[in-house]
């Protein structure tokens, strides 16, 4: 069965600090992979999305960036964080892009910009 | 364009009474519906999924949803909630070929003893 995991769980970290989240998945192969925001009380922004190795998406201009180095494994960066960058972090993944094919969340990680 | 609607913010029951979750959805085909759950500081859990193979779709933990064309709805309903299913929930429609999920505003349900 896939299992996705995502790490740190928790981070605390100072304006204007660097950032790296990851996220990998297992047993498949050559996953579509995202990573979403959820801000407080807010629904889920779309950030990056990756159909292969090297090959990201950005959905929304930021300060934000990310990296796909190996088939499964995907990074979310910044070399210095805002305020405005705390929020919950979810990477998911899926088979294929498109309709019926859904997505499956990992657990998120919970970054405060103090 | 497609979009989803969730008519309510929060929902309230109590233990053991029936749950009724609404999503309205809007799109010029049939489109692909799923419901998910999200648990405090949790990342999101897929409940169930409609790929037009029956209109009924039953999900786990007792969770189903009916897919009503003429009302372009797809509700989520449970016969009995438990205090376990307090959680927010978010309905999504998938467009034809893309990858980009649209969410619903969620409903946060709160179960009561």
């Known amino acids: 069965s896939q299992t996705i995991h995502q790490w740190p769980a928790t981070l605390v970290q100072p304006v204007g600090s660097p950032l790296s989240l990851e996220c990998t998945v297992e047993?498949?192969?050559?996953?579509?992979l995202y990573w979403y925001r959820q801000a407080a009380g807010r629904g889920l922004q779309l950030l990056f999305y990756s159909v292969g190795i090297g090959q990201i998406s950005s959905e929304v201009p930021q300060n934000l960036s990310a990296s796909r180095p190996q088939d499964r494994q995907f990074i979310l960066s910044s070399k210095k964080l805002l305020l405005s960058d705390s929020g919950f972090y979810l990477c998911?993944?899926?088979?294929?892009?498109?309709?019926?094919?859904?997505?499956?969340f990992g657990p998120g990680t919970r970054l405060t910009v103090l | 364009a497609q979009s989803v609607t969730q008519l309510d913010s929060h929902v309230s029951v109590s233990e053991g009474t029936p749950v009724l979750l609404r999503c309205n959805y809007s799109?010029?085909?049939?489109?692909?519906l799923f419901w998910y759950v999200q648990h405090p500081n949790k990342g999101l859990q897929l409940l169930l999924k409609y790929t037009s193979a029956a209109t009924l779709v039953k999900g786990i933990n007792g969770f189903e949803a009916e897919f009503k064309k003429s009302e372009t709805s797809f509700h989520l309903t449970k016969p009995s909630a438990h205090m376990s299913d307090a959680a927010e929930y978010f309905c999504v429609v998938i467009p034809d070929s893309s990858y980009k999920l649209i969410f619903g505003s969620g409903t946060r349900l709160l179960v009561r003893p």
């Open positions: 998911a993944w899926s088979l294929l892009a498109g309709a019926y094919h859904e997505q499956f």
């Open positions: 799109s010029s085909y049939s489109p692909s």
């Open positions: 047993g498949t192969s050559n996953p579509n």
